[in-house]
């Protein structure tokens, strides 16, 4: 366990968790108290030791003072100003301190597209919900000063995504304190975020296919608080309404142990994920009992804490677990994974509030095997009761509008499956092994998935495309408990490889690893295993090993099917991809192929028909039927 002075946990009260609020209360007070030696002169910024981000230092520094200044005001706030004096003192200091030009460690001024703009917004919001205890208690020409350089966000172009309700937050603030802003730039960032309302309660984080945390931490986030900052009901209904279906949907993205699914970028920021959980019960908005909501919640955060996120320090580091670059992205600083204070959002609801009180209550995936359809993301998932893992089938999230069309795609949106307990390679290769479909040329060559062509997402099934040159592939998955069933309708040019891998599993020591007849299997010593088996089609099955590739481990192993030659035109080939803790390869489903048509007789006795032609399709009986 990383973070000390825990209390003893709560086994009555949190029966899955033992984790209660003085949990969390005592996690933030440690994540506080550990950034105190880096603070500088008057508690102006918080220079974290680690890598810096393509801002610079003092950009970097000024995030480190609001990233957990916004961490402090859901502890200050939740606690009605009732914490150590110092507290308060401290974020009062680096208030009046970074906002006078005059000081060594004075705030940058607020620029065109600039990340200050970001660290604006977690002021704004921070001064919201402590106004009684910090602004209202600065002297006039203190609060005069914030108010100036908050104001410097009046006017300023921002990219087209989650970076507009920053603007909002800002100027909503400004407008409840008698500063100036702009309305009509409030009225338009609202706007703009309705265009990207894909239905569903799913938002793409800008125009596109933009699937990832971000529909939670930052689209659903900020305007629910901004509805709350200004009072404005009819926003909030209509807010509330769609949390409330996004939360039906994803209280299933954790895992029993409270592993979150490893998907998209900033997953550095780790429990932020579960920020839309308490907004649900916050704003009132929640499908979830309030047991429930606390037990994936606390889930979540003592998941991490178990697993070095914060350090032996205290800190949190750019890394999943620990330390780990790759996943970082070039606009990330040392103090970057401090959003991740956006999880202490619960804190802002009362010590006698349900979610506090009610007994823990299971979670979906502590009840029995669980199986979606997420039409407006494009994504399938599936978890099963016996591991408590979770995989996402991704046939929708592409981050297409964003892409560098000539860079390598980005492993955390293009892949096919993700899950909560494995992660992409990020290693040199242009899109690894690991759940990808590559049509190999003779050069050696892979085709690359840039571009996802979604063309269904049903009760178990999901099909998508890409191209990439002479290459077309055509994707479905069936998925039943723990595996996947993909069939790829490849049309390329004679002579080509076809290779589909499978989950890349990472572990501290090299798994265990071994490749049968028609079966590739990696296995941690915990028991956990990556398969894939190949069913139609294929040659043969193998696996490939790296070190330092992957968040969840140094060493990782993943397990494909190729097929040494594809014969020209058009071809199908059926593999089962599989994660799940056991000691057993997967049984292999009966698979028969006439033309487009395929049937998988599964394990269980049911059968899926899955046809080809046009648009892809599955007949499958329902379960007892």
């Given at each position: 366990?990383?973070l000390?002075?825990?209390?003893?946990?709560?086994?009555?009260l949190?029966?899955h968790?033992?984790?209660?609020?003085?949990?969390?209360?005592a996690?933030?007070?440690?994540?506080?108290a550990?950034?105190?030696?880096?603070a500088?002169k008057?508690?102006?910024?918080f220079?974290?030791?680690?890598r810096a981000?393509?801002?610079?230092p003092?950009?970097d520094?000024?995030?480190?003072?609001?990233?957990?200044f916004?961490l402090?005001?859901?502890?200050?706030?939740?606690?009605?100003?009732?914490?150590?004096?110092?507290?308060?003192?401290?974020?009062?200091s680096?208030?009046t301190?970074?906002?006078?030009?005059?000081?060594?460690?004075?705030?940058?001024?607020?620029?065109?597209?600039?990340?200050?703009l970001?660290?604006?917004?977690s002021?704004?919001l921070?001064?919201?919900?402590?106004?009684?205890?910090?602004?209202?208690?600065?002297?006039?020409?203190e609060?005069e000063?914030?108010?100036t350089?908050?104001?410097?966000?009046?006017?300023?172009?921002?990219?087209?995504?989650n970076?507009v309700?920053?603007?909002?937050?800002v100027?909503?603030f400004?407008?409840e304190?008698g500063g100036p802003?702009e309305?009509a730039?409030?009225?338009g960032?609202?706007?703009?975020?309705?265009?990207?309302?894909?239905g569903?309660?799913?938002?793409?984080?800008?125009?596109?296919?933009n699937?990832?945390y971000?529909?939670?931490?930052?689209m659903?986030?900020?305007?629910?608080?901004?509805?709350r900052?200004?009072r404005?009901?009819?926003?909030q209904?209509?807010?509330?309404?769609?949390?409330?279906?996004?939360?039906g949907?994803?209280?299933?993205?954790?895992?029993a142990d409270?592993?979150p699914v490893h998907?998209?970028?900033?997953?550095?920021?780790?429990?932020?994920?579960v920020?839309?959980?308490?907004?649900?019960?916050l704003?009132?908005?929640?499908?979830?009992?309030?047991?429930?909501t606390?037990r994936?919640a606390?889930?979540?955060l003592?998941?991490?804490a178990?697993?070095?996120?914060?350090?032996e320090?205290?800190?949190?580091?750019?890394?999943?677990?620990?330390?780990?670059p790759?996943?970082?992205?070039?606009?990330?600083?040392?103090?970057?994974?401090y959003?991740?204070?956006?999880a202490?959002?619960?804190?802002?609801l009362?010590?006698?509030h349900?979610?506090?009180?009610?007994?823990?209550?299971?979670?979906?995936?502590?009840?029995?095997?669980?199986a979606?359809?997420?039409?407006?993301p494009?994504?399938?998932?599936?978890?099963?009761?016996?591991d408590?893992?979770?995989?996402?089938?991704?046939?929708g999230?592409d981050?297409?509008?964003?892409?560098?069309?000539h860079?390598?795609?980005?492993?955390h949106?293009?892949?096919f499956?993700?899950?909560?307990?494995?992660?992409p390679?990020?290693?040199?290769?242009p899109h690894?092994?690991?759940?990808?479909?590559?049509?190999i040329?003779?050069?050696?060559?892979?085709?690359?998935?840039?571009?996802?062509q979604?063309?269904?997402?049903?009760?178990r099934?999901?099909?998508?495309?890409?191209?990439?040159?002479?290459?077309?592939v055509?994707?479905?998955s069936?998925?039943?408990?723990p595996?996947?069933?993909?069939?790829?309708?490849?049309?390329?040019?004679a002579g080509?490889?076809?290779?589909?891998?499978?989950h890349?599993?990472?572990?501290a020591?090299?798994?265990e690893?071994?490749?049968g007849?028609?079966?590739a299997?990696?296995?941690?010593p915990d028991?956990?295993?990556?398969?894939?088996?190949a069913?139609?089609?294929?040659?043969?099955?193998?696996?490939?090993?790296a070190r330092?590739?992957?968040a969840?481990?140094?060493?990782?192993?993943t397990?494909?099917?190729?097929?040494?030659?594809h014969p020209?035109?058009?071809?199908?080939?059926v593999?089962?991809?599989?994660?799940?803790?056991t000691?057993?390869?997967?049984?292999?489903?009966?698979?028969r192929?006439?033309?487009?048509?395929?049937?998988?007789?599964?394990?269980?006795?049911?059968?899926?028909?899955v046809?080809?032609d046009?648009?892809?399709?599955?007949?499958?009986?329902?379960?007892?039927?």
């Open positions: 366990m990383s000390s002075g825990l209390p003893t946990p709560d086994d009555e949190s029966g968790t033992g984790w209660t609020r003085a949990h969390w209360e996690a933030a007070d440690h994540l506080l550990s950034v105190l030696p880096y500088t008057d508690f102006a910024q220079r974290l030791p680690g981000s393509r801002s610079g003092v950009s520094g000024l995030e480190g003072f609001a990233r957990t916004l402090a005001a859901f502890r200050i706030a939740g606690a009605g100003g009732a914490v150590p004096p110092a507290l308060l003192e401290r974020y009062a680096g208030l301190a970074g906002t006078d030009p005059a000081h060594p460690y004075a705030w940058p001024a607020l620029a065109d597209m600039s990340q200050q970001v660290e604006a917004a002021v704004a921070a001064l919201h919900e402590t106004r009684p205890w910090l602004f209202d208690r600065l002297s006039p020409p609060r000063r914030v108010v350089w908050l104001a410097g966000f009046t006017g300023r172009r921002t990219p087209d995504n970076w309700m920053f603007q909002v937050v100027e909503q400004l407008a304190v802003h309305p730039e409030i009225t960032g609202l706007e703009r975020v309705e265009e990207w309302y894909a569903e309660g799913w938002y793409s984080d800008g125009k596109g296919k699937f990832d971000y529909c939670g931490w930052a659903h986030l900020y305007p629910s608080l901004w509805a900052m200004a404005d009901t009819a926003r209904e209509l807010y509330a309404e769609r949390l409330r279906r996004f939360l949907q994803y209280q299933h993205f954790f895992a409270g592993a998907q998209g970028r900033s997953l550095t920021y780790r429990f932020a994920t920020a839309p959980l308490w907004l649900g019960a704003t009132g908005a929640s499908p979830l009992t309030p047991g429930r606390r994936i606390s889930g979540v003592r998941h991490f178990e697993r070095g996120a914060p350090d320090r205290g800190l949190l580091t750019l890394g999943w677990y620990g330390p780990f790759p996943v970082a992205q070039d606009y990330s600083g040392p103090a970057s994974p959003w991740a204070g956006k202490f959002l619960g804190l802002l009362p010590p006698e349900p979610v506090w009180t009610d007994a823990e209550e299971a979670a979906p995936v502590d009840l029995a095997d669980q979606l359809a997420m039409p407006a494009g994504w399938l998932l599936h978890a099963t009761r016996a408590g893992v979770v995989r996402l089938v991704n046939h999230s981050r297409d509008r964003v892409q560098d069309p860079g390598p795609p980005d492993p949106y293009l892949k499956a993700y899950t909560s307990h494995t992660g390679e990020l290693g040199e290769r690894g092994v690991d759940n990808h479909l590559a049509v040329a003779p050069d050696g060559t892979p085709s690359l998935r840039r571009h996802i979604p063309l269904a997402v049903s009760d099934f999901a099909a998508s495309a890409y191209r990439d040159g002479p290459v077309r055509v994707t479905a069936i998925v039943d408990g595996s996947e069933i993909r069939i790829h309708q490849v049309t390329a040019p080509h490889r076809v290779r589909d891998g499978g890349a599993l990472a572990a020591l090299p798994p690893v071994s490749v007849e028609g079966v299997l990696a296995r941690r028991g956990l295993s990556s398969a894939v088996r069913l139609h089609g294929y040659t043969g099955t193998g696996l490939v090993t330092g590739t992957n969840f481990g140094a060493h990782s192993a397990p494909y099917a190729v097929a040494d030659a020209g035109g058009t071809a199908l080939y593999s089962l991809v599989h994660l799940a803790v000691r057993q390869p997967p049984p292999a489903p009966d698979v192929v006439r033309g487009d048509l395929v049937v998988v007789t599964l394990p269980g006795g049911q059968t899926a028909t046809r080809l046009g648009v892809p399709t599955c007949e499958r009986p329902a379960p007892g039927a």
